[in-house]
């Protein structure tokens, strides 16, 4: 028996790096899994085949969290074919680098959509849902550079940052409807980490991480931790995972 046996959980993000182990850790605990990503239909096609191979169903969808309409027809097409939302990822991202005077309004603008404004659509959309339930899990998804900066992520970490008010805030708000909000903040291997690595090397020559970067599914417990009855008593909090 799994610990999330019969539950429904919707990840953002889940057609690759650390929104794929989380969808893929959910189903192995017995989760159905929506997952979407924004434009690259193949990968998430590929995810949903890995969780129907492991006994469990799914629904991919394209979506940009950033629009609100896309999240509402992605919760409608949830609960026609499920009748519930029990868990919600806000994982989806972009990372573009640039040090900070070089950052356009339009970059930050959408930075700050996809992280920020997409975290909030997607919970706003599931808190009828899971009121009328009195009960769900919501995990928010923050960055190390929010905590503690970094360069070149100016417009991401400011995101970072307001989400993890963001959690404290609907975490006090929620709380007397069962639901529970939390915010982990991972270090893995991803593409953005990549991404961030050579970034470092071009600009200030440093040519090693500051820490080492663990496998996307060595975060996935700790999702598992937040979405399942373990966390009950756990609402309103910031985790670290990964080598800090």
Request: net charge positive.
């Amino acid at each position: 028996m799994g610990r999330l046996d019969g539950q429904i959980a919707m990840v953002t993000g889940a057609s690759r790096g650390i929104g794929r182990a989380v969808a893929l850790a959910f189903a192995r605990e017995g989760a159905r899994v929506a997952g979407t990503a924004v434009q690259d239909r193949d990968a998430l096609e590929k995810v949903e085949g890995e969780i129907a191979a492991l006994g469990t169903a799914a629904i991919g969808m394209l979506v940009n969290v950033a629009r609100r309409g896309e999240i509402d027809r992605l919760v409608q097409t949830i609960l026609a074919r499920w009748g519930r939302v029990d868990i919600l990822v806000n994982n989806a991202g972009i990372l573009r680098l640039a040090p900070l005077e070089n950052i356009s309004e339009e970059r930050w603008d959408e930075t700050l959509a996809v992280h920020l404004k997409g975290t909030f659509n997607c919970t706003q959309a599931v808190i009828p849902i899971m009121k009328q339930q009195q009960k769900g899990k919501i995990i928010n998804v923050a960055a190390p550079s929010a905590l503690r900066g970094s360069y070149g992520v100016a417009d991401y970490a400011a995101a970072k940052g307001g989400i993890i008010a963001f959690t404290r805030s609907a975490a006090n708000e929620l709380k007397s409807h069962n639901i529970q909000v939390n915010c982990i903040s991972p270090t893995a291997n991803t593409r953005m980490t990549d991404a961030l690595t050579e970034f470092r090397r071009e600009h200030l020559a440093i040519t090693r991480r500051d820490r080492e970067f663990v496998a996307p599914e060595a975060i996935a417990p700790a999702f598992v931790f937040f979405a399942s009855a373990d966390s009950d008593y756990v609402s309103g909090q910031l985790l670290e995972v990964g080598r800090v």
